[in-house]
């Protein structure tokens, strides 16, 4: 989250009127992330997030939209969206789509534990299971065929290094759409800042945010996706490695829900190595093409560059996790 279109309040307050939120009594940019323009916004009734849509195609907003409320619907503690009166959600702001949607409590965990791994775990799983009725389709726009695409387009910028490992990685993976391991709706960017926990229960409940990633595609990218930022060995930095421990704890705490078939436990090792150049290949776009925000914070593509090459050379280790 991030702002690339600024926002006044008074003109916060006119796209907010029609849902019946209450005046505005606090407005912030959020500086987090780098997709959308981001702010939080405090009501005399509530607390809520106001998101301009910089990207994504008005088209594909139903899809995200719907998906949020679907699992909200559904028990998965998520935001969810807000509509006004005659049913619509988004809605126009500064000539650009946008949304309001709940705005959760608690914070983020910058170093987990195994118990916040194995709850992101089974909170994944639930939402790979309660996803599995929605009606609505998305293609996985950061696939195959864009791993493809994008890394052209970077090719020219790239240094030796980067462009070798690129190419090399794309030829390993160049069946990776038929591995044929079971599908289904995933969230596509459940890292550590896109998860809130609200301990003001009992229990330790991980809330998720920011679906804008989510589509149809094979649920083990999603677990590696998730994996390779909650199992990291924060104290090996900036070396990349693995926390064994909080690696045991998310993979049961998935498996407790929904089970790993033998096809995805061989798979592992590949998903865990595509999951890595997917998030590279994002993270050398904004290096290599920045975009003008106010608020983005830069993302360390050499670190997910170490995190790829500690998963080619450690793929006999990466089996042995999953069979656990």
Known sequence: M??????????????????????????QNIAAGVENSNFFVTTTLGRYVLTIFEKIPRQDLNFYMGLMSHLHGHGVPCAAPLAIKTGEVIRIL????????????????????????????????????????FVLKMPNWRGLSWWRSYTKELLPLLLPRE????????????????????????????????????????AHVPQMIDFYFACE?????????????????FSAYPEAKINEA?????????????????????????????????????RLGYHYFPRDSELTHPKDHPFSERLLNFHIAHQHENRAQICK
Request: with cysteine; net charge negative.
């Open 2 to 27: 991030s702002v690339f279109t600024p926002v006044t309040v008074d003109e916060a307050r006119a796209f907010i009127l029609p849902y019946g939120t209450g005046d505005i009594i606090d407005f």
């Open 94 to 133: 500064k000539d650009k789509p946008a949304a309001l949607v709940t705005r959760l409590s608690g914070g983020d965990i910058a170093h987990p534990v195994p118990k916040d791994c194995h709850a992101v775990g089974a909170a994944l799983a639930r939402v790979h299971q309660a996803a599995g009725n």
């Open 163 to 202: 462009r070798e490992l690129l190419e090399s990685e794309l030829a390993f993976h160049n069946k990776f759409d038929d591995l044929n391991l079971p599908r289904g709706i995933i969230h596509g960017d459940l890292f550590r800042d896109n998860i809130l926990w609200d301990d003001h229960v009992d």
């Open 217 to 233: 595609e094979q649920l083990l990218l999603d677990v590696a996706i998730t994996f390779n930022d909650w199992c990291l060995d």
């Open 246 to 282: 909080n690696a045991m704890a998310l993979l049961n705490g998935y498996a407790n829900v929904r089970s790993f078939i033998h096809e995805e436990r061989a798979a592992w090792p590949q998903v865990l190595r595509a999951a890595a150049m997917r998030s590279w290949l994002g």
